[in-house]
């Protein structure tokens, strides 16, 4: 007699990730209390599983969900304010006035809410973030069903958050406490940058990171002034620094690193660190590029993240795979550079190692949480479909992500989102715009 289950999803093609991303025909996926059962072919789902709910998806790949390592949730509200500007320009003249001006715990729900709904209904399940009022970020996070892993932020100087690195500090242990029983939401710490943080509390972070067995998650090698100044204040690189204060480790997320040297991408693989490539958002902000392929050659393990939307200026990691994917064909002068099945691993599987999170999420394998996504592939734009991963990569959008779960509860079914009431949020976030728009005191360029 077939055994009982909560949810049985027969795709044409399941994309496991793990062992390999080589798409299954005929096969299944069964779920119960949340994980992944099993994944076989269907004649022998027929035989020992029965679901109480049965969902067909004819045209459809079923992959894991994606994770997007790296993003500023709530700077959603600050979607194309500051546009076309340097890096330190835009942080220094726009966004941190504009921060201290709004942002507040008010905001960083609006903000959080609007991500959420667009990452979800963009296929990503889970998200690491680093902003302030992290505790706001893990209470919606929790509400709308999404898994996080939440960034004790740390900053030299005060913000509406905290007023000096021990309160950073004393804040975030709080929060890790907090959240130590949740299903969805864990933590990392999130020091800003090199240039913004000082030794004193990056040591105390690293003496934690080891006590609490937890990430370290950093802006790193973001730009050449970056590591100019580096060298002027403290005579040696950045990730120098950080390799002097024991930093740099397999805890270690450093994201951007688009100013290295061969001998730093050796001691990144040797030491086990990772990095989190933003293309988008480096692109945009014109602030280098990731040497993805000498990283991957040495075996660095890549993982892919979106940046905020106020640098992106989206929160898509269908668009961010693409553009990872081209950018180092170009930039290496190699089309076999970054293929679609590394690129959809950066998105999924090495993401949840960097997050430390692989045990549970980045693959469909028994045991793990069932964050899936369904991509339907019976689309104009996606046909014919010859290999369902390329067509992912190269050709899918994503609004042809039609259905995801998260902890095997459904999020988005046939394309609309559970559990938002779309015109509130709208209206919510109108509100925004119109308070900042309208403040003389911002100064931010505004359209």
């Known amino acids: ?32 209390r949340g994980r992944i059962v099993s994944l076989l072919a269907r004649n022998l789902c027929h035989e020992r599983f029965l679901g109480r709910e049965e969902v067909q998806l004819p045209h459809h790949a079923l992959l894991p969900g ?39 715990e008010q905001f960083v729900r609006a903000g959080t809410r609007l991500a959420i709904a667009e990452m979800l209904c963009g296929g990503t399940t889970c998200f690491n973030d680093m902003y302030f009022f992290p505790n706001i970020v893990a209470e919606v996070a929790e509400q709308q069903g ?24 004393a804040k975030g242990l709080r929060l890790h406490d907090d959240v130590k029983a949740s299903q969805l939401v864990s933590t990392a ?61 397999d805890r270690l997320l450093a994201v951007h690193m688009t100013q290295l040297l061969g001998s730093e991408i050796d001691a990144m693989a040797q030491l086990g660190a990772h990095v989190v490539h933003c293309p988008e958002s480096n692109l945009k902000l014109a602030s280098g590029s990731c040497p993805v392929a000498d990283l991957s050659a ?30 180092a064909k170009g930039q290496s002068n190699d089309p076999t550079a970054l293929p679609a099945d590394q690129a959809l691993a950066m998105a999924t599987i090495n993401g949840a190692r960097a997050l ?27 046909q014919p479909v010859y290999d369902p991963v390329t067509q992912i990569v190269y050709s899918a959008g994503r ?17 609309e989102l559970r559990g938002y009431d779309r015109k509130e949020l709208l209206d919510e976030v109108n509100q925004w715009q119109r308070q900042i728009q309208q403040s003389d005191q911002s100064r931010v360029q505004v359209m």
């Open 66 to 104: 994606f994770v997007n390592a790296h993003t500023h949730a709530a700077m959603t509200l600050f979607r194309g304010m500051a546009d076309d500007m340097p890096l330190m320009e835009w942080l220094s003249d726009h966004i941190w006035p504009a921060e201290k001006r709004w942002v507040s």
């Open 189 to 249: 710490f999130a020091p800003h940058a090199p240039y913004s943080v000082s030794d004193e509390p990056l040591h105390k972070i690293q003496v934690l990171a080891d006590e609490l067995d937890i990430p370290v998650h950093m802006h790193v090698h973001e730009t050449v002034r970056e590591v100019e100044e580096s060298l002027g204040r403290y005579q040696v690189r950045p990730l120098e620094r950080l390799s002097r204060l024991n930093l740099l480790t």
């Open 399 to 415: 609004d042809q992500i039609s259905d995801v779960w998260v902890n095997g509860r459904r999020a988005v079914h046939d394309g």
């Open 146 to 169: 999404i898994r996080v892993k939440v960034g004790l932020i740390m900053i030299d100087f005060p913000t509406p958050w905290a007023q000096s690195p021990d309160d950073y500090l």
């Open 298 to 327: 040495a075996g660095v393990n890549i993982a892919l993240g979106t940046d905020g939307a106020a640098s992106n200026n989206d929160l898509d990691m269908l668009g961010e795979m693409r553009s990872a994917a081209l950018h």
């Open 1 to 32: 007699m077939p055994q009982s289950v909560d949810l049985v999803i027969h795709p044409r093609w399941v994309i496991p990730i793990e062992p390999d991303s080589r798409p299954r025909t005929d096969h299944s996926v069964v779920v119960n």
């Open 356 to 382: 430390r999170l692989d045990h549970q999420v980045g693959s469909i394998v028994p045991g793990k949480a069932a964050d899936l996504i369904a991509v339907n592939l019976d689309s104009l734009a996606t």
